[in-house]
């Protein structure tokens, strides 16, 4: 099983609504993204949690909140978000920070309005 | 400063025709990947490259690298409209093994 599945694969949601993404996988994989891209533009990376610690914050702002409550469970706590958040968020998985291979997730279509 | 330069950005071909996507990256780095998306979708691994003179190919797309010059190419030989996508190259530079992409190259494949 190489899949990373994402939840949902669409959000429409007001700005003062309170979501959660979801991604999970069952690869034993012990790294975990959530990257944000924007029409027409490469992935951003926001967060990397290596060993469910956080590693990296990409200077995103607090109404994304990450949560790594498990080595397979990644969620994405969305807050007071703006229009200009509206992007697909991808979430990926490797078995560790620098492995080999990363496998990314189908995504979830967040729209924000 | 982390980053990759791709060129093309934009790429119309006449199906059955060849051409290179070229891909430059700021540092050192062990591994190059080759990603295609599609529209609304998620991306697709195409190629890891893992070494200098490393050369994979999978039907008609072959991704070279060469860790010296910190270039790799992604060859399309034979254009068919399926390969219109976007593709995007990465490498392997953050400080936790994320991901640097390239700003894509939007590739569209005509009759």
């Known amino acids: 099983d190489t899949e990373v599945t994402q939840t949902p694969k669409h959000l429409v949601m007001g700005m003062t609504n309170k979501k959660s993404l979801k991604c999970e996988q069952h690869m034993g994989h012990r790294a975990m993204y959530w990257y944000k891209q924007k029409a027409k533009k490469p992935p951003e990376l926001m967060f990397v949690?290596?060993?469910?610690?956080?590693?990296i914050n990409e200077s995103v702002p607090s109404r994304f909140s990450p949560e790594c409550p498990n080595s397979s469970l990644l969620n994405l706590h969305l807050h007071a978000l703006q229009p200009e958040d509206s992007a697909l968020y991808l979430c990926a998985s490797s078995q560790g920070p620098f492995s080999y291979e990363q496998y990314f997730g189908p995504g979830t279509r967040l729209t924000v309005t | 400063e982390l980053k990759v330069e791709q060129n093309p950005l934009f790429l119309s071909m006449q199906e059955g025709k060849n051409y290179t996507i070229y891909c430059n990256y700021s540092t050192t780095s062990d591994r190059l990947y080759w990603y295609r998306q599609d529209p609304g979708k998620s991306l697709e691994s195409l190629f890891v490259?893992?070494?200098?003179?490393a050369v994979k190919q999978e039907g008609r797309l072959m991704a070279s690298l060469d860790t010296k010059a910190r270039l790799s190419t992604l060859h399309i030989t034979a254009a068919v409209h399926d390969l219109s996508a976007t593709y995007f190259c990465a490498f392997r530079g953050g400080s936790q093994g994320n991901l640097i992409f390239g700003k894509g190259t939007k590739l569209s494949v005509k009759p």
């Open positions: 949690y290596s060993y469910e610690k956080l590693s």
């Open positions: 490259l893992l070494s200098n003179g």
